[in-house]
């Protein structure tokens, strides 16, 4: 859990990262606004409160966690015996973290363009403070596909588990970290965009930060201390590369600059409905990137059957069918121009038909059955996008490329 000393120094390190200084109109932003958030709730509340969005209660600080017990754990049958979800998957950390990103993205841009330099600093504090917090410590045990900080202290058996939660906490710090030598990417060209991909970006440096707070477990309790310094400087370069995105991306807006981001396939954005509980090999797993899982659970390359034969992907999402399923992203508009998507089973996985919808803009443009040959179509995504299938529950891995 960074205290106000991490939160400044990771701070400076993306300022350095996008070539500003930590200090003249960015000191206050360093030593002050980036640990607003930890204030809130003390006699600065007033000060600080116009800079903090809230939602259902919730500041934006310690966000929701991602429910997946409802995605893959209630199910009911009909009278014929045929399965359905009978409670509706909501991701609460998408809804809340990409509703903060928005609020934050606009403000500061807002701010920016009107030469309230010093205000939009102010929101710019707030939202760092977010990532930093989601990505460096016991923090990154929360937040999407999470649980909470105490986690820790539930599940472990002091006997065969000495290491503490409080030790762990005072020896996540940043006092032992070096600079990060790292070159900040634009996140988008308008803040719904900017949000679009940084919420996709957020996941993934989460959960990384999340597997290194647990290899950190494992080697502080066996003594390793060189390798918890390694993982220390791992969760603060995640936690520096975010955050300088973030500050790279809304001046490079606000001054006109080129901001267009690097190119990415649509399967680099991140879903936040996804298909749980599929046919073995995908049982206990939502989805995977870059590959597909074999019978044996072994990794093997995404491969659709397409006119001119078997094709092999290095990019793309594979998961297993169930009785029913959604993956869904929401994408800003103008983002994409038109995608080439592809959808089928994996030939050497497939064992039965699926019935498939094609989701864009909110509404079923598209309906297909997919059997053998993968599905090809043209699409300009936008807003609520994605696939809804219904199958039987062994009929196979599906793998998306686009």
Not at 363 to 376: C, P, R
Not at 378 to 387: E, H, S, V, W, Y
């Amino acid at each position: 859990m960074p205290d106000g000393a991490t939160h400044s120094r990771i701070t400076q390190c993306a300022l350095e990262c996008c070539g500003l200084l930590a200090a003249g109109d960015n000191s206050a932003l360093v030593h002050d606004y980036c640990r607003f958030p930890d204030e809130f709730y003390g006699p600065r509340r007033n000060e600080i409160a116009p800079y903090t969005f809230m939602k259902d209660g919730i500041q934006f600080h310690y966000p929701p966690h991602t429910p997946y017990e409802e995605a893959y754990r209630y199910w009911n049958a009909d009278e014929n015996g045929r399965l359905f979800h009978s409670h509706t998957f909501i991701n609460h950390n998408f809804e809340f973290m990409l509703a903060g990103f928005q609020f934050h993205f606009s403000r500061i841009i807002a701010c920016l363009r009107n030469n309230e330099k010093d205000e939009a600093r102010k929101f710019l504090g707030c939202l760092v403070h977010t990532l930093e917090d989601s990505t460096f410590g016991l923090h990154a045990l929360e937040g999407p596909g999470g649980a909470d900080a105490f986690v820790l202290d539930r599940m472990a058996d002091s006997s065969d588990f000495p290491v503490r939660p409080s030790y762990l906490a005072a020896r996540i710090n940043s006092k032992e970290c070096h600079a990060t030598n790292y070159v900040p990417r634009s996140l988008g060209r308008t803040a719904d965009e900017a949000s679009m991909r940084l919420y996709a970006e957020y996941v993934a440096y989460v959960a990384d930060s999340r597997k290194s707070l647990f290899s950190f477990i494992l080697k502080a309790n066996g003594g390793d201390m060189e390798a918890c310094r390694d993982l220390n400087q791992r969760m603060f370069d995640n936690a520096v590369k975010i955050t300088a995105d973030a500050i790279w991306t809304v001046f490079a807006i606000a001054d006109g600059k080129n901001a267009t981001p690097p190119p990415c396939p649509l399967t680099d954005m991140e879903p936040h409905v996804f298909p749980f509980g599929g046919f073995r090999p995908y049982r206990y797993t939502a989805f995977e990137r870059n590959y597909a899982v074999n019978l044996k659970d072994e990794r093997v390359p995404l491969k659709l059957l397409l006119p001119e034969g078997p094709k092999e992907f290095s990019q793309g999402l594979s998961f297993g069918t169930h009785a029913e399923g959604e993956l869904l992203f929401w994408i800003a508009p103008g983002s994409f121009d038109a995608t080439r998507l592809k959808v089928g089973f994996h030939p050497d996985l497939h064992f039965g038909k699926a019935s498939l919808q094609i989701i864009n803009d909110g509404a079923v443009v598209e309906e297909v059955v997919l059997d053998e040959m993968a599905y090809t179509t043209t699409i300009n995504p936008r807003n609520l996008f994605g696939l809804r299938f219904t199958s039987n529950y062994n009929a196979g891995c599906i793998c998306v490329v686009g």
